[in-house]
């Protein structure tokens, strides 16, 4: 069994590792040791002041509204993110999302290859495809896995989202 690294361990509802929800600019920036320096950022709204920062050299992404954080992306190059003790891209697609619906207590909502957890506040973009008869997983093929969010901004899920769930296999 691998072992986890706990800065890059997403808990559900507040955060990954040492970042937490609601966090200033300036004290994720005290954290650049262990996520990375700020590598680039980009105002996406400054009349409701939402920015982008991109951290270190594998792309961290994280998502700031009046100075704090409420998103935090990570790509498939986070090969140490964890989720209750499993590597999230390093495990098979399926054990990911069963995890995030025990974790979550109820099914997740599916669209074409987007999972989301609305009570955990995750979301996984490329781990299954939703078709007429459910969601199937992706192979474990790393270069399909788009990413992981972890997002207070869990609200605005379409309603075409449909119920799924992995318990069921």
């Known amino acids: 069994m691998a072992t986890i690294d706990k800065s890059w361990a997403v808990i559900p509802n507040h955060g990954m590792g040492k970042l937490k929800f609601g966090m200033s600019r300036e004290n994720v920036d005290k954290l650049q040791g262990v996520y990375g320096t700020l590598k680039s950022e980009k105002a996406v709204d400054p009349v409701r002041s939402i920015v982008d920062e991109r951290r270190g050299d594998d792309g961290l992404g994280l998502t700031f509204v009046n100075n704090r954080l409420v998103t935090i992306g990570l790509e498939p190059a986070h090969i140490l993110a964890s989720l209750a003790g499993k590597l999230i891209f390093r495990e098979p697609a399926e054990d990911i999302l069963l995890e995030a619906e025990r974790l979550n207590g109820k099914p997740g909502l599916y669209f074409k290859n987007y ?34 969010y972890v997002s207070l901004d869990q609200n605005a899920i379409p309603e075409f989202f449909q119920p799924f769930s992995w318990s069921k296999l």
């Not at 009570?119 to 788009?146: C, H, W």
């Open 115 to 148: 999972a989301t957890f609305k009570d955990i506040k995750l979301a996984f973009g490329g781990f299954s495809e939703m078709g007429q008869n459910g969601a199937t997983p992706l192979k474990p093929d790393r270069n399909s896995y788009v990413g992981i």
